[in-house]
């Protein structure tokens, strides 16, 4: 059993930066992929970055390449989405998630799942 808690997440202007941070509790993530996904209001929940359980692979949706970083800290138990110019488009909720398959840019191959932290970006 994992509980993800993100946070991080605000209102920031087009153009800006915001970092998010998904802690980990009741189990390592070293164990675990980790992947972050969004949701906007009336649209399906997306995927956004995952990085594997080994830390040497990231993936990232053509959306967000090139502006979003995702890492991870398995001594913090917490992974990382460093979010750069970032888009009015880009307003959701972020998700955190982990998983110990290889399916990693589908929601269903997550296991545990935090409650969201809100990201606002104004134009």
């Known amino acids: 059993q994992v509980q993800l808690v993100e946070s991080g997440g605000g209102l920031v202007q087009a153009g800006g930066s915001l970092r998010l941070s998904c802690a980990a509790s009741g189990s390592t993530i070293s164990s675990y992929s980790m992947g972050w996904f969004r949701q906007a209001p009336g649209k399906e929940r997306e995927f956004v970055s995952v990085?594997?359980?080994?830390?040497?692979?990231?993936y990232y949706a053509d959306s967000v390449k090139g502006r979003f970083t995702i890492s991870r800290d398995n001594a913090k138990n917490t992974v990382y989405l460093q979010m750069n110019s970032l888009k009015p488009e880009d307003t959701a909720v972020y998700y955190c998630a982990a998983s110990s398959r290889t399916a990693l840019t589908i929601s269903d191959s997550y296991d545990y799942w935090g409650q969201g932290t809100q990201v606002t970006v104004s134009s």
């Open positions: 990085i594997l359980w080994s830390g040497s692979n990231t």
